[in-house]
């Protein structure tokens, strides 16, 4: 089987590259941490492959963080401190998986590359 994670980014905020690295980040590993420790080592020894993909708003990440948990997947929405470029709260990021490419396709499908 195939694994893989998808890192969900808000395209509204307009985030520097950087901080949009960071939140990518900070996605990919707390999503990690919630995963099945036997899917994440499958996943490991295939390459831990990474899919980025935009999402146009706050509601929309969300709606993807709720469909992602609905589906048994492991998920994880990030929200900002807010110390540098962003308001304290801000809802920037989710990741999912890993789970199955396809598990993360029936999700994700339509969503376009970051």
Request: charged content about 25%.
């Amino acid at each position: 089987m195939v694994y893989k994670q998808a890192i969900l980014i808000r395209n509204d905020l307009k985030l520097p590259k950087g901080k949009m690295a960071a939140q990518a980040s900070h996605a990919s590993v707390d999503a990690v941490l919630k995963a099945d420790k036997k899917i994440v080592s499958e996943w490991q020894s295939c390459g831990m492959a990474k899919i980025v993909l935009k999402v146009a708003s706050e509601k929309t990440l969300v709606k993807f963080f709720q469909l992602a948990k609905d589906n048994g997947l492991a998920a994880s929405l990030i929200t900002d401190a807010g110390k540098t470029v962003i308001a304290p709260g801000t809802k920037t990021a989710v990741g999912i998986g890993p789970a199955s490419e396809e598990e993360i396709d029936i999700i994700t499908k339509d969503l376009q590359l970051m």
